[in-house]
Nanobody, 125 residues
Framework: QVQLVESGGGSVQAGGSLKLSCEVS????????MAWFRQTPGKEREGVAR????????YYADSVQGRFTISQDDAKTTVYLQMGRLKPEDTAMYFC??????????????????WGQGTQVTVSS
């Protein structure tokens, strides 16, 4: 199973930027795609962005389109989420996730079998 460790969260004022990192340890199987999700207390986990590991093709939720960028390093061992023009409503725990199985990769949390521990992002107005 894939192991994931997030870092880079913190507190920032509205309009600012943060960059999250997710280190991927491929224990047995390499992921098909990687994604970032976020969650606030009492709400369901929300898909933010995903990237196919082989092609680098990315997709974003409407709420972050044009403000966030998902990317990976050349070795495909770290996935990033560059967040810009942050808003208070972006405040959440952010999770990195991996989908090992082949095929279509959506932003449905149920499709992802490996998760990191999360990193908190707080945006103040």
């Amino acid at each position: 199973q894939v192991q994931l460790v997030e870092s880079g969260g913190g507190s920032v004022q509205a309009g600012g930027s943060l960059k999250l990192s997710c280190e991927v340890s491929r224990v047995i199987y390499s992921p098909n795609c990687m994604a970032w999700f976020r969650q606030t207390p009492g709400k369901e986990r929300e898909g933010v962005a995903r990237i196919y590991v082989a092609s680098g093709t990315s997709y974003y939720a409407d709420s972050v389109q044009g403000r966030f960028t998902i990317s990976q390093d050349d070795a495909k061992t770290t996935v990033y989420l560059q967040m810009g023009r942050l808003k208070p409503e972006d405040t959440a725990m952010y999770f990195c996730a991996a989908k090992v199985s082949a095929g279509w990769c959506s932003l449905n949390a149920a499709d992802f079998g490996a998760w990191g521990q999360g990193t908190q992002v707080t945006v103040s107005s």
